[in-house]
């Protein structure tokens, strides 16, 4: 069994035992979603115009809400320094970390979206594109989240600051992931920016767990 | 119980197994490594130089323990120890090559630190199981069920860890030391929280360690717990005189 | 590079430009305002509104070349701990920032004008906004933990992980821009005639010596707020009342 295989067992079965926080996650994207037909009004071509950006929006700040645990409590109680010390890759260990976050909040978020999606009236076109970017673009959200969470491990107002350091930087997969969506339901091809998005991931996926890899070893220097 | 174990090995498909080709067990019952040393170390903490030109040396089967009054630098030594916090001078060696490898050295000890890193939603066994995994690369019943025994726990073995005391998490820490063999630990302050029995306990599991050709290193008040081991006053490495923030200054 | 490391030896040169970089500073004001704000031509399409871009186009490009700064110098501080390329790029950011703001307040001024709105989501104006909030993350991060160093750490990563982000956030936002808002004036692609790059080259010049001016003073303040936190730092670590931490 490897390093990585065990702590992606460990983390499931973690999520699994505390499932009240995926729940949670799930919950702020439902309620964060309906607050906007009270804030822009509930006629149905105003809110299917925005649908897709709405839902992208609400993703993104309630992963960004679940990301701020990744590595805290593991850091708190002592886990941290013993997985640095695993005696391998702590890249490896921070991938497997990751896709345990993003298997336990973003699938969740992949899966709520198309009932969201009703209630912003989404055209029937955008419904496969909506899930199919969310399931390329939530990885990178994932990772890109875990660097930001593994820099502010110890600050005082690691949430808050955690939004200020990785908002900015989810702005592409923001733009990409609506465009997919807008793309569809006028009528033209969704296929570009779903390859962007793929695109986006494998580079997250490639330079996110060396950097907070490294963030995380500094943390407990 | 044994379907607790069972379940902890990961039997996702989709998951690549990624396997570690070093070999991180040691063979037979005994430790075949060298002496543990350090030479001219010095650590700087939030700028002020905590100690420097401090040496230390282990030999298989022996054991060190650090004193000094608080703030000298005890766990800053032991974290430099583990390759954690990086020395601002100085170097270490293992068996008389140099320690540059972190994760290679990270292979060859086990470190309690203050903090029990103890999963309270899991079970007794399932924490064990988890650094048994992560450690050996396997999960054997019978060792961990040792283990357990050795600090007294095995009643208590599928109860979630967060109905356990302080002393008892911290039993379930030391019992780490017992899952998969490693030729150094590192200790830091072990004896807290723990009553008799257990002080015995981890005597004798420092015992059998040091005579398998394991080393150690406590960082500690009372010693009762370590015979025959070296002492090191991390105090006297302490600057006499105020440090500024660089030596290379004035 | 290495005897930079030092920071007396760096303090020593930086001494020796202070005066000159101020001095030019004050010249190339002195000489680039006017020109710049009275005596350049006026623009045949946007008349006298065309001046701003003398005060917009050199802060967006000292933006850009502080951020490289900093990342240069953050770079170098994770891999030889140098203290002084931590120091360079801790106190370049407030000023990197502020020429951010810079740039997009006389941005927001040619809109008005130009566009008949202070802001419209121009590709440029978009992308200097998102850098601008990057700037006050890399800040806020590095004054965020307990430990100065731990801060110094943090942020150099941030750093360094905002400098692989910042070419895709541009190279998105301008697709981005191409998608949604095809008619409106860009501020980016009108001919620069050859009577414009004298005011430009001189504020260009004043923006970059204006910097170096202000990083020296700054430096001096760091270092010795370091003295005196190290110096503090000492008397706690002798005195007994240290021995109740840890």
């Known amino acids: 069994m490897s390093v990585f295989s065990t702590v992606l067992a460990r983390d499931l079965r973690l999520a ?3 499932s009240a926080d995926s729940l949670t996650v799930v919950a702020f994207f439902a309620i964060a979603t309906v607050l906007f037909p009270f804030g822009v009004g509930p006629e149905a071509n105003i809110l299917a115009r925005i649908a897709g950006g709405v839902l992208w929006v609400t993703a993104l700040l309630a992963a960004l809400l679940s990301l701020d645990r990744v590595f805290t409590v593991d850091f708190e109680d002592g886990t941290l320094d013993q997985l640095i010390l695993s005696g391998e890759s702590l890249s490896l260990v921070v991938l497997a970390k990751v896709i345990a976050h993003w298997l336990t909040t973003g699938v969740p978020l992949i899966i709520m ?18 899930m199919l970017a969310l399931l390329l673009g939530t990885p990178t959200v994932s990772l890109v989240g875990a660097t930001g969470a593994a820099l502010v491990l110890g600050t005082r107002r690691g949430g808050v600051l955690l939004s200020l350091l990785v908002l900015p930087l989810y702005i592409p997969v923001l733009i990409f992931g609506t465009a997919a969506v807008e793309a569809a339901v006028t009528g033209r091809s969704a296929g570009p920016m779903l390859m ?6 494998v580079l997250a996926a490639s330079l996110s767990p060396w950097a907070t890899a490294a963030a995380l070893r500094q943390a407990v220097e | 119980m044994s379907c607790e174990i069972n ?6 498909p989709l998951v690549a197994r990624f396997r570690s080709a070093m070999v991180r067990r040691m063979s037979g ?3 075949t490594s060298g002496r543990f040393s350090g030479e001219g170390l010095a650590c700087r903490r939030g700028g002020r130089l905590v100690f420097a030109g401090l040496h230390f040396s282990v030999a298989p ?12 630098g005890k766990t800053t030594l032991l974290r430099l120890m583990s390759g954690l916090t990086p020395s601002s001078s100085g170097h270490m060696a293992w068996d008389g090559t140099p320690v540059d490898d972190r994760d290679a050295h990270a292979a060859r000890l086990r470190f309690v630190t203050h903090l029990d890193a103890v999963k309270p939603a899991l079970t007794i066994m399932e924490n064990l199981a988890f650094w048994m995994a992560l450690w050996s690369g396997k999960v054997e019943d019978t060792v961990i069920l040792k283990a357990m025994e050795a600090l007294d726990l095995q009643r208590l073995s599928a109860f979630p860890a967060r109905l356990l005391s302080a002393g008892q998490r911290h039993r379930l820490a030391l019992a780490r030391l017992m899952v998969a063999p490693a030729p150094l630990w590192l200790l830091d302050e072990p004896g807290n929280a723990l009553d008799d029995a257990s002080l015995t306990a981890l005597a004798k599991m420092i015992a059998d360690h040091r005579a398998r050709g394991g080393m150690v290193v406590v960082a500690s008040h009372g010693s009762a717990f ?3 081991g070296m002492t090191l006053d991390v105090g006297a490495f302490s600057p006499k005189t105020p440090a500024h923030w660089s030596e290379e200054e004035e | 590079m290495h005897k930079f490391a030092n920071p007396t030896q760096f303090m020593r040169i930086a001494n020796a430009i202070f005066p000159w970089a101020a001095g030019l500073t004050v010249i190339l004001f002195l000489v680039g305002l006017p020109i710049a704000l009275v005596t350049s031509p006026a623009d045949y399409q946007q008349g006298e509104t065309v001046r701003i871009f003398y005060l917009h186009v050199p802060a967006a490009y000292m933006g850009v070349m502080v951020y490289a700064i900093i990342a240069v110098n953050s770079a170098a501080y994770l891999i030889w701990r140098h203290p002084m390329a931590n120091l360079v790029a801790r106190a370049s950011a407030p000023v990197g920032a502020v020429f951010t703001a810079l740039c997009l307040i006389c941005g927001m001024l040619w809109g008005q004008p130009m566009w008949g709105t202070f802001w419209a989501w121009d590709a440029r104006l978009t992308s200097t906004l998102i850098m601008f909030f990057i700037y006050l993350g890399y800040m806020a991060l590095g004054d965020a933990f307990e430990d100065p160093e731990r801060g110094d750490r943090a942020a150099a990563i941030l750093a360094l992980v905002g400098s692989i982000n910042l070419p895709i956030i541009k190279f998105s936002v301008e697709w981005w821009n191409t998608l949604h808002q095809p008619s409106i004036t860009s501020m980016q692609g009108f001919s620069v005639d050859g009577s414009m790059l004298t005011p430009l080259f001189l504020m260009m010049g004043a923006y970059t010596t204006f910097y170096i001016s202000v990083l020296i003073l700054r430096l001096r303040g760091e270092l010795l707020a370091a003295k005196i936190r190290n110096a503090r730092m000492s008397q706690v670590a002798i005195s007994p009342a240290a021995q109740l931490a840890e």
């Open chain 1, 16 to 18: 699994l035992r505390q």
């Open chain 2, 226 to 228: 370590v015979e025959g």
């Open chain 1, 113 to 130: 979206s198309p009932v969201l999606a009703v209630t912003l009236h989404l055209p029937a076109e955008g419904y496969a594109p909506l």
């Open chain 1, 196 to 201: 962007v998005l793929g695109g986006l991931m």
């Open chain 2, 61 to 72: 089967g022996g054991a060190l323990v650090l004193r000094g009054p608080n703030g000298s």
């Open chain 2, 29 to 31: 019952d005994g430790f």
């Open chain 2, 7 to 12: 379940s902890t090995a990961p039997t996702l």
